[in-house]
C-alpha cells in the first residue's frame, strides 16, 4: 500500500501562483508513474497531467498547458505541480495519483493509489 499526501493549496488571486506537493510513503515511489486530476465542485474529475518514473516525459491537459508543470524528486519521494498564471476556473481539489503499471501512458494510465486532495481557490 502508497499512501501519498498532497500540500500546498490555497487561496491566491488570478494571475497568481502556487506549487502543489505529493508526498508518497514508500521508496518504489520512484518507479511509478505519477499523475495529478482536480475536481471542481459539481463537476467530474478531470485530468491534469502526468509525469513518467524518470521525470523526463510529460503530458498535460490542454486546458493547463503552458501554465502547469509537473516535476518530481525520486529522493524525497515528492511530486510537484506548479501552476502558474491561475485562472478563477482552475479552482477545484487537486488529487495526486500512482500508477504502478505504464501501460497507457498519457490519459490512459490506470491509477491504483490516490491522494486526498488539497483545495485550490483562484479568486477573481
Known amino acids: 500500500q502508497v499512501q501519498l499526501v498532497e500540500s500546498g493549496g490555497g487561496l491566491v488571486q488570478a494571475g497568481g501562483s502556487l506549487r502543489l506537493s505529493c508526498a508518497a510513503s514508500r521508496r518504489t515511489f520512484s518507479s511509478y508513474e505519477m499523475g495529478w486530476f482536480r475536481q471542481a465542485p459539481g463537476k467530474e474529475r478531470e485530468f491534469v497531467g502526468t509525469i513518467n518514473w524518470s521525470g523526463d516525459r510529460k503530458y498535460y491537459a490542454d486546458s493547463v498547458k503552458g501554465r502547469f508543470t509537473i516535476s518530481r524528486d525520486n529522493a524525497k519521494n515528492t511530486v510537484f505541480l506548479q501552476m502558474n498564471s491561475l485562472k478563477p476556473e482552475d479552482t477545484a481539489v487537486y488529487y495526486c495519483?500512482?500508477?504502478?503499471?505504464?501501460?497507457?501512458w498519457g490519459t490512459g494510465l490506470q491509477y491504483d493509489y490516490w491522494g486526498q486532495g488539497t483545495q485550490v481557490t483562484v479568486s477573481s
Open positions: 495519483a500512482a500508477a504502478i503499471d505504464s501501460t497507457g
